[in-house]
């Protein structure tokens, strides 16, 4: 099971890459969206980061993150904060699904799969998280991917 889960994070997060990848920079800031195009590829990549963590507790975040901007448009509302101000770059984003791909089958091979999930939050076991998780990821790939077809942008494949 768990050499099943890995391929399919892997998967996900190569579809997630790729749309990325042919996303214009036109799009990537467009303010015509509740959410930028980016802000969706970095909440996706950071709790797909945080999931796989054991807990919350032991839980790094990337590098290059900035508090709060894994959150959508309430707080950054909330904070009147603006995301014209900021962004990710396209490649500071492939890099952390890149990390994240790296080491995503040894954080999966260390696990329980029926231990809790770490997350008082989430009151389910490590497998319901990581079947969680590939949904979450799967859902803003779908996201992403239909703002690039409202652009023109088609044929981007489906990888197994």
């Not at 839980?59 to 995301?83: G, M, Q, S, V, Y």
């Not at 008082?120 to 990581?130: A, C, G, V």
């Amino acid at each position: 099971m768990k050499k099943e889960l890995t391929s399919q994070y892997i998967a996900s997060l190569q579809m997630l890459k790729k749309s990325i990848e042919h996303c214009p920079d036109a799009l990537w800031n467009d303010n015509k969206y509740t959410n930028f195009f980016w802000q969706v590829i970095y909440h996706t990549l950071h709790y797909t980061n945080l999931y796989l963590s054991k807990n919350e507790e032991s839980f790094k975040p990337w590098e290059k993150h900035i508090d709060n901007w894994h959150l959508f448009e309430h707080l950054n509302n909330k904070l009147n904060r603006k995301a014209e101000t900021f962004q990710y770059s396209k490649s500071e984003l492939m890099e952390y699904a890149t990390l994240i791909a790296d080491h995503v089958e040894n954080r999966i091979i260390e696990e329980e799969l029926n231990e809790h999930s770490g997350f008082e939050w989430l009151p389910m076991n490590k497998l319901q998280l990581h079947l969680y998780t590939l949904r979450h990821l799967q859902h803003h790939i779908g996201q992403v991917n239909e703002r690039l077809r409202q652009h023109g942008i088609i044929g981007l494949t489906w990888i197994g």
